[in-house]
């Protein structure tokens, strides 16, 4: 079965620099949500989307920012890259009327900044 | 105060030895809630959904708790593979997910 799509899987940037983290949902599924896990964390939501509409924001910075296309992807782009900025950000999607269903992850990007 | 807390662990456990530990949550507007799984570094992956009634699935069986607000699971006969973070999610009613910190368990020989 198709799963959550994450792309690139790792990325090596230099401070400063920018970068965009793409994700594919499971076909149909109409919400996506982007978390940030740094080292012995736990994942801290950053923003979601709803039928290509920004439904809700965490603790994204200014700095970044992401949408949903037409096809339900979305892109996390991220600018003036600090070395705090080094985590796994992973990508969730799940059905939004579906309530008693469950998100789907992907394998997450692993982003160092250098 | 977060909106979903889960004691951090780790619980170190011997191997088929039981071990159980909850989730509180804050927001009794929360509609549906999950425990997932997460290995060293990777996605989350569902282990079950908490139905209302308690569910069981092998050895893991979480429950539900409305009134005191939290989800428990235990594991039984606890395995070495069983080793991982298990992370406490909550759906509220406008969709959005809550994460708790997840809580380290360690299976030893």
């Known amino acids: 079965a198709a799963g959550v799509i994450q792309s690139p899987r790792h990325l090596i940037k230099e401070k400063r620099e920018t970068a965009t983290l793409k994700c594919y949902p499971i076909p149909r599924h109409d919400t996506v949500y982007w978390y940030q896990q740094g080292p012995g964390q736990d994942p801290q939501f950053l923003i979601s989307?709803?039928?290509?509409?920004?439904?809700d924001k965490g603790s994204i910075p200014d700095r970044f920012s992401a949408q949903q296309f037409s096809d339900y992807h979305s892109e996390l782009n991220m600018s003036s890259l600090e070395l705090g900025d080094s985590a796994l950000y992973f990508c969730?999607?799940?059905?939004?009327?579906?309530?008693?269903?469950?998100?789907?992850f992907g394998q997450g990007t692993r982003l160092t900044v250098v | 105060r977060k909106e979903v807390e889960q004691d951090p662990g780790p619980f170190n456990v011997p191997e088929g030895a039981t071990v159980a530990f909850n989730c509180t949550y804050s927001?009794?507007?929360?509609?549906?809630f999950f425990w997932y799984r997460q290995d060293c570094r990777k996605e989350p992956k569902l282990l079950m959904s908490v139905y209302s009634s308690g569910n069981e699935d092998g050895r893991f069986t979480a429950q539900l708790n409305r009134a005191s607000q939290y989800i428990s699971l235990l594991i039984r006969d606890s395995k070495l593979s069983d080793s991982a973070t298990y992370l406490c999610?909550?759906?509220?009613?406008?969709?959005?997910?809550?994460f708790g910190a997840g809580t380290q368990v360690v299976v030893t020989p």
């Open positions: 989307f709803y039928e290509k509409m920004q439904s």
């Open positions: 999610v909550l759906r509220d009613s406008w969709g959005k997910l809550q």
């Open positions: 927001n009794s507007a929360s509609q549906s």
């Open positions: 969730a999607s799940s059905a939004y009327r579906e309530m008693n269903t469950e998100a789907f």
